[in-house]
């Protein structure tokens, strides 16, 4: 899901009490390394600014928050 800095503003002025918006979810990448369990994956959100950044999470922690490409959430849940 491909969304401009628009669409992204109106997702999160939709949804105040939210301060990200999630843009792409991918499987990590570890190369040579060991896959972690639970494995991670890779999540670029974009903040109330404008601001893209990356986390990696536990999938489990993705999927128990119910993220999905191009919806909202409070960046404090994603670090629970």
């Not at 997702?11 to 979810?25: G, M």
């Given at each position: ?20 918006c ?31 950044f ?21 960046r ?5």
């Amino acid at each position: 899901m491909r969304l401009t800095d628009a669409e992204v503003a109106a997702r999160l002025a939709a949804n105040p009490e939210n301060d990200v918006c999630i843009l792409r979810i991918e499987s990590g990448d570890y190369g040579c390394e060991e896959i972690p369990d639970p494995p991670k994956l890779w999540l670029l959100l974009q903040n109330t600014r404008g601001e893209k950044f990356s986390l990696e999470l536990p999938e489990p922690c993705v999927t128990g928050l119910g993220l999905t490409e191009g919806c909202t959430c409070r960046r404090e849940d994603l670090h629970a």
